[in-house]
DNA sequence: CCGTAAATTTCGCCA
DNA sequence: TGGCGAAGTTTACGG
Protein backbone atom coordinates (compact mmCIF):
# COMPACT_ATOMS: atom_id res chain seq x y z
CA UNK A 1 0.00 0.00 0.00
CA UNK A 2 1.23 3.06 -0.60
CA UNK A 3 2.50 4.96 2.66
CA UNK A 4 1.46 8.59 1.26
CA UNK A 5 -1.75 6.99 0.91
CA UNK A 6 -1.94 5.19 3.93
CA UNK A 7 -0.95 8.32 5.95
CA UNK A 8 -3.71 10.41 4.38
CA UNK A 9 -5.77 7.51 5.06
CA UNK A 10 -4.93 7.57 9.26
CA UNK A 11 -5.27 11.44 9.21
CA UNK A 12 -8.95 11.41 8.33
CA UNK A 13 -9.83 8.35 10.38
CA UNK A 14 -8.12 10.62 13.36
CA UNK A 15 -9.86 13.47 12.85
CA UNK A 16 -13.42 11.56 12.43
CA UNK A 17 -12.37 9.93 15.63
CA UNK A 18 -12.27 6.38 14.67
CA UNK A 19 -10.64 3.45 15.67
CA UNK A 20 -8.09 2.56 13.88
CA UNK A 21 -6.20 -0.67 12.78
CA UNK A 22 -2.92 -0.72 10.94
CA UNK A 23 -1.39 -4.09 10.04
CA UNK A 24 2.39 -3.87 8.20
CA UNK A 25 5.81 -4.58 8.83
CA UNK A 26 7.63 -1.88 11.14
CA UNK A 27 10.21 -1.30 13.79
CA UNK A 28 9.11 0.43 17.14
CA UNK A 29 11.60 2.52 19.54
CA UNK A 30 10.23 3.76 22.95
CA UNK A 31 11.60 6.67 25.25
CA UNK A 32 10.81 7.23 28.51
CA UNK A 33 10.36 5.89 31.87
CA UNK A 34 12.38 3.22 30.19
CA UNK A 35 13.77 2.77 26.96
CA UNK A 36 12.90 -0.20 24.31
CA UNK A 37 13.92 -1.28 21.02
CA UNK A 38 11.86 -3.66 18.51
CA UNK A 39 13.24 -5.15 15.57
CA UNK A 40 11.90 -5.31 12.37
CA UNK A 41 8.28 -7.45 12.16
CA UNK A 42 4.85 -7.63 11.09
CA UNK A 43 2.15 -6.18 13.33
CA UNK A 44 -0.81 -4.82 14.28
CA UNK A 45 -1.32 -0.58 15.39
CA UNK A 46 -4.23 0.38 16.91
CA UNK A 47 -5.07 3.91 17.29
CA UNK A 48 -8.01 4.47 19.62
CA UNK A 49 -10.79 7.28 19.15
CA UNK A 50 -9.11 8.77 22.90
CA UNK A 51 -5.88 8.77 21.22
CA UNK A 52 -4.18 5.97 23.02
CA UNK A 53 -2.36 3.63 20.74
CA UNK A 54 -1.55 -0.03 21.21
CA UNK A 55 1.23 -2.00 19.38
CA UNK A 56 0.30 -5.67 19.29
CA UNK A 57 3.09 -8.73 18.28
CA UNK A 58 0.93 -12.08 16.81
CA UNK A 59 1.47 -13.22 20.45
CA UNK A 60 1.15 -12.59 23.34
CA UNK A 61 -1.57 -10.77 25.68
CA UNK A 62 0.49 -7.35 26.21
CA UNK A 63 1.09 -4.94 23.88
CA UNK A 64 4.79 -4.59 23.15
CA UNK A 65 4.42 -1.20 23.06
CA UNK A 66 1.61 1.33 23.47
CA UNK A 67 0.76 5.13 24.71
CA UNK A 68 -2.09 5.79 26.76
CA UNK A 69 -5.23 8.25 26.15
CA UNK A 70 -4.79 11.54 25.11
CA UNK A 71 -1.16 10.78 23.96
CA UNK A 72 -0.23 13.78 21.01
CA UNK A 73 -0.02 11.51 17.80
CA UNK A 74 2.22 12.92 14.61
CA UNK A 75 1.92 11.35 11.29
CA UNK A 76 4.48 11.83 8.62
CA UNK A 77 6.51 10.22 5.96
CA UNK A 78 10.67 10.10 5.76
CA UNK A 79 13.06 8.16 4.28
CA UNK A 80 10.09 6.12 2.41
CA UNK A 81 8.88 4.86 5.80
CA UNK A 82 5.86 6.06 7.80
CA UNK A 83 6.37 7.30 10.84
CA UNK A 84 3.65 7.24 13.86
CA UNK A 85 4.66 9.15 16.85
CA UNK A 86 2.87 9.43 20.04
CA UNK A 87 3.75 11.56 22.57
CA UNK A 88 2.80 12.21 26.31
CA UNK A 89 3.91 14.40 28.38
CA UNK A 90 4.81 14.05 32.73
CA UNK A 91 5.94 11.75 32.18
CA UNK A 92 7.48 12.69 29.22
CA UNK A 93 7.59 9.97 26.99
CA UNK A 94 7.63 9.12 22.76
CA UNK A 95 6.36 5.80 20.94
CA UNK A 96 8.00 6.11 18.01
CA UNK A 97 6.42 3.63 15.23
CA UNK A 98 8.58 2.85 11.69
CA UNK A 99 6.37 1.25 9.08
CA UNK A 100 8.32 -0.19 5.74
CA UNK A 101 5.42 -1.48 4.29
CA UNK A 102 1.57 -0.96 5.26
CA UNK A 103 -0.41 -3.53 4.60
CA UNK A 104 -3.69 -2.94 5.21
CA UNK A 105 -6.10 -0.03 7.09
CA UNK A 106 -9.50 -0.02 8.78
CA UNK A 107 -10.89 2.34 10.87
CA UNK A 108 -14.69 2.44 11.85
CA UNK A 109 -16.42 4.92 13.92
CA UNK A 110 -17.61 2.54 16.76
CA UNK A 111 -20.37 3.71 19.50
CA UNK A 112 -20.24 1.86 22.98
CA UNK A 113 -21.92 3.50 25.83
CA UNK A 114 -22.21 0.07 27.83
CA UNK A 115 -21.39 -0.37 31.72
CA UNK A 116 -19.17 -2.20 32.49
CA UNK A 117 -19.77 -4.72 35.19
CA UNK A 118 -17.12 -6.56 36.75
CA UNK A 119 -18.24 -9.46 40.64
CA UNK A 120 -16.29 -10.87 42.81
CA UNK A 121 -14.01 -8.47 43.64
CA UNK A 122 -12.00 -7.49 46.86
CA UNK A 123 -15.07 -5.20 47.49
CA UNK A 124 -17.56 -7.72 47.19
CA UNK A 125 -16.07 -9.49 49.72
CA UNK A 126 -16.09 -6.70 51.79
CA UNK A 127 -20.00 -6.22 51.28
CA UNK A 128 -20.31 -10.32 52.07
CA UNK A 129 -18.81 -9.36 55.26
CA UNK A 130 -20.78 -6.13 56.43
CA UNK A 131 -24.09 -8.14 55.24
CA UNK A 132 -23.30 -11.13 57.25
CA UNK A 133 -20.49 -10.19 59.59
CA UNK A 134 -20.63 -14.02 61.11
CA UNK A 135 -18.09 -15.17 58.31
CA UNK A 136 -15.60 -13.76 60.79
CA UNK A 137 -17.27 -15.22 63.55
CA UNK A 138 -20.75 -15.53 65.89
CA UNK A 139 -21.19 -12.02 67.22
CA UNK A 140 -18.90 -9.97 65.38
CA UNK A 141 -19.41 -6.15 64.57
CA UNK A 142 -17.89 -3.99 62.22
CA UNK A 143 -18.07 -0.56 62.92
CA UNK A 144 -15.80 1.44 60.05
CA UNK A 145 -14.52 0.31 56.94
CA UNK A 146 -11.57 1.92 55.28
CA UNK A 147 -10.04 3.53 58.25
CA UNK A 148 -7.54 6.19 57.36
CA UNK A 149 -4.34 4.91 59.86
CA UNK A 150 -1.41 7.12 60.92
CA UNK A 151 1.62 6.66 59.27
CA UNK A 152 0.00 5.42 56.53
CA UNK A 153 -2.22 2.36 54.60
CA UNK A 154 -6.30 1.68 55.64
CA UNK A 155 -7.87 -1.01 57.18
CA UNK A 156 -10.48 -2.97 55.21
CA UNK A 157 -12.81 -3.40 58.22
CA UNK A 158 -12.46 -2.61 61.75
CA UNK A 159 -15.25 -4.07 64.42
CA UNK A 160 -15.32 -5.35 67.82
CA UNK A 161 -15.85 -9.51 68.21
CA UNK A 162 -18.85 -10.71 70.77
CA UNK A 163 -16.42 -9.93 73.91
CA UNK A 164 -16.09 -6.49 72.91
CA UNK A 165 -12.61 -6.94 71.82
CA UNK A 166 -11.24 -4.36 69.09
CA UNK A 167 -10.74 -6.58 65.99
CA UNK A 168 -8.48 -5.33 62.38
CA UNK A 169 -9.54 -7.34 59.30
CA UNK A 170 -7.80 -7.45 56.43
CA UNK A 171 -9.28 -8.67 53.04
CA UNK A 172 -7.86 -10.31 49.97
CA UNK A 173 -8.92 -11.94 46.96
CA UNK A 174 -6.18 -14.39 46.26
CA UNK A 175 -4.34 -16.25 48.53
CA UNK A 176 -2.45 -14.13 51.17
CA UNK A 177 1.34 -13.60 50.62
CA UNK A 178 4.02 -12.76 53.76
CA UNK A 179 3.77 -9.04 52.39
CA UNK A 180 -0.19 -9.13 53.07
CA UNK A 181 0.65 -10.38 56.71
CA UNK A 182 3.20 -8.12 57.67
CA UNK A 183 1.17 -5.33 56.22
CA UNK A 184 -1.66 -6.33 58.40
CA UNK A 185 0.70 -6.58 61.10
CA UNK A 186 1.69 -2.71 60.49
CA UNK A 187 -1.92 -2.07 60.46
CA UNK A 188 -2.65 -4.00 63.97
CA UNK A 189 0.38 -1.75 65.09
CA UNK A 190 -1.18 1.47 64.02
CA UNK A 191 -4.45 0.85 65.34
CA UNK A 192 -2.97 -0.28 68.76
CA UNK A 193 -0.88 2.94 68.75
CA UNK A 194 -4.14 5.07 68.29
CA UNK A 195 -6.42 2.84 70.47
CA UNK A 196 -4.05 1.83 73.27
CA UNK A 197 -5.02 -1.84 73.36
CA UNK A 198 -3.61 -4.70 71.11
CA UNK A 199 -6.42 -5.89 68.33
CA UNK A 200 -7.39 -8.58 67.03
CA UNK A 201 -5.83 -9.05 63.70
CA UNK A 202 -7.58 -11.44 61.22
CA UNK A 203 -6.64 -12.00 57.35
CA UNK A 204 -9.80 -12.85 55.22
CA UNK A 205 -9.18 -14.61 51.85
CA UNK A 206 -9.20 -17.47 49.98
CA UNK A 207 -6.25 -18.86 51.55
CA UNK A 208 -3.14 -18.40 52.85
CA UNK A 209 0.68 -19.22 50.88
CA UNK A 210 2.70 -21.53 52.70
CA UNK A 211 5.44 -19.10 53.29
CA UNK A 212 2.93 -16.29 54.73
CA UNK A 213 1.95 -19.18 57.22
CA UNK A 214 5.15 -19.03 59.68
CA UNK A 215 4.28 -15.16 59.76
CA UNK A 216 0.76 -15.69 60.48
CA UNK A 217 1.24 -17.97 63.53
CA UNK A 218 4.49 -15.64 64.76
CA UNK A 219 2.27 -12.58 64.66
CA UNK A 220 -1.19 -14.22 65.73
CA UNK A 221 -2.67 -13.18 62.87
CA UNK A 222 -6.18 -15.02 62.49
CA UNK A 223 -7.46 -16.82 59.10
CA UNK A 224 -10.94 -16.94 58.51
CA UNK A 225 -11.51 -18.54 54.63
CA UNK A 226 -13.54 -16.71 51.96
CA UNK A 227 -13.07 -16.59 48.36
CA UNK A 228 -14.54 -14.28 45.70
CA UNK A 229 -17.08 -15.99 44.39
CA UNK A 230 -18.59 -17.52 47.72
CA UNK A 231 -18.61 -13.48 48.43
CA UNK A 232 -20.82 -12.55 45.20
CA UNK A 233 -23.02 -15.62 46.27
CA UNK A 234 -24.08 -14.27 49.32
CA UNK A 235 -24.88 -10.48 48.31
CA UNK A 236 -26.38 -12.61 44.97
CA UNK A 237 -28.93 -14.11 47.75
CA UNK A 238 -28.87 -10.61 49.62
CA UNK A 239 -29.97 -8.81 46.07
CA UNK A 240 -32.66 -11.68 45.76
CA UNK A 241 -34.12 -10.70 49.64
CA UNK A 242 -34.22 -7.06 48.89
CA UNK A 243 -35.99 -7.25 45.63
CA UNK A 244 -38.84 -9.66 47.38
CA UNK A 245 -38.36 -7.06 50.53
CA UNK A 246 -39.50 -4.36 47.61
CA UNK A 247 -42.36 -6.50 46.36
CA UNK A 248 -44.13 -7.19 49.70
CA UNK B 1 -21.67 -9.59 7.79
CA UNK B 2 -23.89 -12.29 7.33
CA UNK B 3 -23.07 -14.98 10.58
CA UNK B 4 -22.21 -18.07 8.88
CA UNK B 5 -19.87 -16.47 6.63
CA UNK B 6 -18.47 -15.06 9.50
CA UNK B 7 -17.89 -17.80 11.48
CA UNK B 8 -16.44 -20.13 8.29
CA UNK B 9 -14.19 -17.15 8.19
CA UNK B 10 -13.24 -17.06 11.62
CA UNK B 11 -12.51 -20.92 11.86
CA UNK B 12 -10.54 -20.87 8.59
CA UNK B 13 -8.03 -18.33 9.84
CA UNK B 14 -7.27 -19.85 12.96
CA UNK B 15 -6.72 -23.29 11.30
CA UNK B 16 -4.51 -20.72 9.14
CA UNK B 17 -2.77 -19.19 12.46
CA UNK B 18 -3.49 -16.16 11.42
CA UNK B 19 -4.18 -12.88 13.68
CA UNK B 20 -7.81 -12.23 13.31
CA UNK B 21 -9.82 -8.71 13.96
CA UNK B 22 -13.56 -9.09 14.26
CA UNK B 23 -15.08 -5.92 14.25
CA UNK B 24 -19.22 -5.86 15.41
CA UNK B 25 -21.70 -5.10 17.53
CA UNK B 26 -20.97 -7.41 21.05
CA UNK B 27 -21.99 -8.76 24.45
CA UNK B 28 -19.13 -10.02 26.81
CA UNK B 29 -19.40 -12.28 29.33
CA UNK B 30 -16.40 -13.05 31.59
CA UNK B 31 -16.40 -15.85 34.67
CA UNK B 32 -13.65 -17.14 36.60
CA UNK B 33 -11.60 -16.02 39.36
CA UNK B 34 -13.84 -12.97 38.86
CA UNK B 35 -17.23 -12.20 36.40
CA UNK B 36 -18.06 -9.34 34.58
CA UNK B 37 -20.76 -8.72 31.86
CA UNK B 38 -20.32 -6.11 29.31
CA UNK B 39 -23.16 -4.89 27.90
CA UNK B 40 -24.00 -4.26 23.87
CA UNK B 41 -21.48 -2.04 22.12
CA UNK B 42 -19.33 -1.70 19.15
CA UNK B 43 -15.86 -3.33 19.99
CA UNK B 44 -12.58 -4.74 18.46
CA UNK B 45 -12.08 -8.82 19.02
CA UNK B 46 -9.05 -9.94 17.98
CA UNK B 47 -7.69 -13.91 18.16
CA UNK B 48 -3.80 -13.87 17.77
CA UNK B 49 -2.05 -16.60 16.77
CA UNK B 50 -1.08 -17.82 19.76
CA UNK B 51 -4.76 -18.36 20.81
CA UNK B 52 -5.26 -15.49 23.15
CA UNK B 53 -8.22 -13.58 23.07
CA UNK B 54 -8.81 -9.20 23.29
CA UNK B 55 -11.62 -7.44 23.77
CA UNK B 56 -10.77 -3.91 22.90
CA UNK B 57 -13.64 -1.06 23.37
CA UNK B 58 -13.09 1.96 21.22
CA UNK B 59 -11.30 4.16 24.53
CA UNK B 60 -8.74 2.82 26.83
CA UNK B 61 -5.52 1.08 27.17
CA UNK B 62 -6.36 -1.76 28.39
CA UNK B 63 -8.97 -4.94 26.93
CA UNK B 64 -12.27 -4.91 28.79
CA UNK B 65 -11.96 -8.50 28.72
CA UNK B 66 -9.65 -10.69 27.53
CA UNK B 67 -8.15 -14.40 27.82
CA UNK B 68 -4.69 -15.33 27.75
CA UNK B 69 -2.30 -16.76 25.33
CA UNK B 70 -3.37 -21.10 24.75
CA UNK B 71 -7.00 -20.74 25.38
CA UNK B 72 -9.32 -23.37 23.55
CA UNK B 73 -12.11 -21.41 21.05
CA UNK B 74 -14.52 -22.34 20.19
CA UNK B 75 -17.42 -20.37 18.10
CA UNK B 76 -20.68 -21.37 16.60
CA UNK B 77 -24.39 -19.67 15.88
CA UNK B 78 -27.10 -19.42 17.94
CA UNK B 79 -30.04 -17.32 18.26
CA UNK B 80 -28.92 -15.76 15.21
CA UNK B 81 -25.90 -14.45 17.07
CA UNK B 82 -22.03 -15.50 16.52
CA UNK B 83 -20.80 -16.66 19.81
CA UNK B 84 -17.06 -16.71 20.20
CA UNK B 85 -15.83 -18.95 23.79
CA UNK B 86 -12.76 -19.43 24.92
CA UNK B 87 -11.54 -21.47 27.84
CA UNK B 88 -8.73 -22.40 29.84
CA UNK B 89 -8.51 -24.58 33.15
CA UNK B 90 -6.12 -23.83 36.05
CA UNK B 91 -8.01 -21.27 36.45
CA UNK B 92 -11.33 -22.28 35.25
CA UNK B 93 -12.26 -19.63 33.08
CA UNK B 94 -14.64 -18.86 30.52
CA UNK B 95 -14.56 -15.27 28.02
CA UNK B 96 -17.99 -15.52 25.78
CA UNK B 97 -18.24 -12.96 23.01
CA UNK B 98 -21.51 -13.06 21.59
CA UNK B 99 -21.85 -10.74 18.19
CA UNK B 100 -24.74 -9.14 17.43
CA UNK B 101 -23.80 -8.05 14.30
CA UNK B 102 -20.25 -8.86 12.73
CA UNK B 103 -18.81 -5.68 10.65
CA UNK B 104 -15.96 -7.00 9.34
CA UNK B 105 -13.22 -9.74 9.43
CA UNK B 106 -9.90 -9.67 8.63
CA UNK B 107 -6.86 -11.64 9.08
CA UNK B 108 -3.37 -11.95 8.43
CA UNK B 109 -0.71 -14.42 8.26
CA UNK B 110 1.52 -12.28 10.28
CA UNK B 111 5.46 -12.95 10.49
CA UNK B 112 7.52 -11.32 13.69
CA UNK B 113 10.86 -13.12 15.17
CA UNK B 114 12.18 -9.43 16.35
CA UNK B 115 13.80 -9.23 19.85
CA UNK B 116 12.58 -7.12 21.77
CA UNK B 117 14.73 -5.48 24.05
CA UNK B 118 14.31 -3.25 27.05
CA UNK B 119 16.59 -1.26 28.92
CA UNK B 120 16.58 1.23 31.86
CA UNK B 121 15.04 -1.35 34.02
CA UNK B 122 15.70 -2.04 37.58
CA UNK B 123 18.00 -5.02 36.63
CA UNK B 124 20.01 -2.34 34.53
CA UNK B 125 20.35 -0.37 37.94
CA UNK B 126 21.63 -3.31 40.18
CA UNK B 127 23.76 -3.69 36.85
CA UNK B 128 25.55 -0.13 36.94
CA UNK B 129 25.91 -0.34 41.05
CA UNK B 130 27.78 -3.71 40.51
CA UNK B 131 30.07 -2.34 37.82
CA UNK B 132 30.50 1.35 39.45
CA UNK B 133 29.53 0.19 43.17
CA UNK B 134 30.84 3.74 44.77
CA UNK B 135 27.35 4.49 43.16
CA UNK B 136 26.29 3.26 46.34
CA UNK B 137 29.79 5.09 48.27
CA UNK B 138 33.20 4.81 47.41
CA UNK B 139 34.47 1.67 48.86
CA UNK B 140 31.15 -0.06 48.93
CA UNK B 141 32.37 -3.84 48.02
CA UNK B 142 28.99 -5.98 46.64
CA UNK B 143 29.64 -9.48 47.42
CA UNK B 144 25.92 -11.32 46.70
CA UNK B 145 22.92 -10.44 44.20
CA UNK B 146 19.53 -11.64 44.81
CA UNK B 147 20.36 -13.68 48.10
CA UNK B 148 17.45 -15.25 49.60
CA UNK B 149 16.11 -14.79 52.73
CA UNK B 150 14.65 -16.93 55.61
CA UNK B 151 11.27 -15.96 55.83
CA UNK B 152 11.08 -15.07 52.31
CA UNK B 153 12.12 -11.94 49.86
CA UNK B 154 15.41 -11.46 48.04
CA UNK B 155 18.43 -8.55 48.92
CA UNK B 156 18.86 -6.99 45.31
CA UNK B 157 22.87 -6.38 46.70
CA UNK B 158 24.51 -7.69 49.83
CA UNK B 159 28.08 -5.89 50.48
CA UNK B 160 30.37 -4.63 52.81
CA UNK B 161 31.37 -0.61 53.05
CA UNK B 162 34.57 0.83 53.39
CA UNK B 163 35.06 -0.05 57.32
CA UNK B 164 33.57 -3.69 56.70
CA UNK B 165 29.77 -3.22 57.65
CA UNK B 166 27.34 -5.42 56.18
CA UNK B 167 25.41 -3.67 54.27
CA UNK B 168 21.98 -4.50 52.66
CA UNK B 169 20.72 -2.42 49.31
CA UNK B 170 17.54 -2.95 47.73
CA UNK B 171 16.76 -1.01 44.52
CA UNK B 172 13.59 0.64 42.97
CA UNK B 173 12.96 1.82 39.49
CA UNK B 174 10.68 4.35 40.84
CA UNK B 175 10.12 6.60 43.90
CA UNK B 176 10.03 4.25 46.70
CA UNK B 177 6.99 4.25 48.79
CA UNK B 178 6.62 3.37 52.70
CA UNK B 179 5.92 -0.24 51.40
CA UNK B 180 9.14 -0.53 49.92
CA UNK B 181 10.72 1.06 53.00
CA UNK B 182 8.79 -1.65 55.11
CA UNK B 183 10.12 -4.16 52.76
CA UNK B 184 13.60 -3.32 53.05
CA UNK B 185 13.18 -3.45 57.26
CA UNK B 186 11.84 -6.45 56.80
CA UNK B 187 14.97 -7.81 55.09
CA UNK B 188 17.71 -6.14 57.24
CA UNK B 189 15.91 -8.08 60.07
CA UNK B 190 16.27 -10.85 58.32
CA UNK B 191 19.62 -10.12 57.22
CA UNK B 192 20.45 -9.47 60.74
CA UNK B 193 18.88 -12.62 62.12
CA UNK B 194 21.12 -14.53 59.42
CA UNK B 195 25.02 -12.64 60.50
CA UNK B 196 24.04 -11.99 63.63
CA UNK B 197 24.67 -8.02 63.08
CA UNK B 198 22.67 -5.39 62.68
CA UNK B 199 23.52 -4.35 58.70
CA UNK B 200 23.64 -0.50 57.38
CA UNK B 201 20.02 -0.92 55.26
CA UNK B 202 20.14 1.30 51.77
CA UNK B 203 17.32 2.29 49.75
CA UNK B 204 18.45 3.48 46.03
CA UNK B 205 15.70 5.02 43.85
CA UNK B 206 15.49 8.02 41.90
CA UNK B 207 13.39 9.52 45.06
CA UNK B 208 11.46 8.78 47.82
CA UNK B 209 8.09 9.72 48.63
CA UNK B 210 7.03 12.19 51.18
CA UNK B 211 5.13 9.74 52.94
CA UNK B 212 8.09 7.40 53.17
CA UNK B 213 10.56 9.85 54.17
CA UNK B 214 9.49 9.58 58.03
CA UNK B 215 9.32 5.86 58.18
CA UNK B 216 12.89 5.98 56.26
CA UNK B 217 14.34 7.81 59.52
CA UNK B 218 12.83 6.57 61.81
CA UNK B 219 14.20 2.75 60.22
CA UNK B 220 17.83 4.64 60.25
CA UNK B 221 16.98 3.47 56.16
CA UNK B 222 20.22 5.43 53.80
CA UNK B 223 18.48 7.07 50.45
CA UNK B 224 21.02 7.28 47.24
CA UNK B 225 19.84 8.97 44.37
CA UNK B 226 19.71 6.57 41.21
CA UNK B 227 17.75 6.97 38.10
CA UNK B 228 17.28 4.23 35.25
CA UNK B 229 18.40 6.60 32.91
CA UNK B 230 21.43 7.05 34.55
CA UNK B 231 22.48 3.53 34.85
CA UNK B 232 21.54 2.66 31.10
CA UNK B 233 24.23 5.37 30.36
CA UNK B 234 26.59 3.97 32.54
CA UNK B 235 25.96 0.54 31.34
CA UNK B 236 26.16 2.01 27.69
CA UNK B 237 29.15 3.41 28.48
CA UNK B 238 30.66 0.43 30.35
CA UNK B 239 29.72 -1.67 27.06
CA UNK B 240 31.83 0.72 25.01
CA UNK B 241 34.89 -0.13 27.18
CA UNK B 242 34.34 -3.09 26.40
CA UNK B 243 33.88 -2.81 22.68
CA UNK B 244 37.24 -0.94 22.58
CA UNK B 245 39.15 -3.23 25.21
CA UNK B 246 38.34 -5.99 22.37
CA UNK B 247 39.49 -4.02 19.65
CA UNK B 248 42.96 -3.47 21.00
C1' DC C 1 -1.47 16.29 41.69
C1' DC C 2 0.11 12.87 45.38
C1' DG C 3 -0.82 8.75 47.96
C1' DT C 4 -2.69 4.25 48.45
C1' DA C 5 -4.17 -0.20 47.01
C1' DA C 6 -6.59 -3.45 43.58
C1' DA C 7 -6.18 -6.18 39.37
C1' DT C 8 -9.38 -11.96 35.87
C1' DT C 9 -3.09 -7.99 37.01
C1' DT C 10 0.68 -10.44 33.30
C1' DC C 11 5.20 -12.04 32.81
C1' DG C 12 9.50 -14.16 33.72
C1' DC C 13 12.61 -16.59 36.65
C1' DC C 14 13.79 -20.31 39.42
C1' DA C 15 13.21 -24.03 42.69
C1' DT D 1 4.06 -26.55 38.87
C1' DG D 2 4.01 -23.01 42.31
C1' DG D 3 6.20 -19.30 44.63
C1' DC D 4 8.17 -14.86 44.24
C1' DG D 5 8.81 -10.13 42.64
C1' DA D 6 9.13 -6.62 38.68
C1' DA D 7 6.39 -3.76 35.51
C1' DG D 8 7.13 2.00 30.96
C1' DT D 9 2.57 -1.88 35.29
C1' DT D 10 -2.68 0.67 34.64
C1' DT D 11 -6.70 2.10 36.90
C1' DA D 12 -9.63 3.85 40.42
C1' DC D 13 -10.47 6.50 44.47
C1' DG D 14 -9.42 9.80 47.87
C1' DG D 15 -7.51 14.22 49.98
Redesign the interface.
Known amino acids: MDLAVALERIKQAILKRE?I?I?GLC?VFYEG????????????A?I???Y?V?I??????EP?N?Q??DSKIDLKIKDNTLVLEARRVNPSEILTVIFHEV??I?S?K????????????EEDMKKAILFNPSIIEEGFQPFEQERKLK???FVDILGVDSSGRLTVVEIK?RKAT??DI??LV?YANSVEREFGVRPRAIIVAPGVQR??V??MHINSIEFRCLT?KKS?EILRKKAGLDRYAGLE
Not at 56 to 61: I, T, V
Not at 110 to 121: G, I, N, P, Q, V
Open positions: VVVERASSILGPGERIIKSDSLHRPSGYSWPPYQLWLLDEADFSMYATPSGRVENQQSARAPA
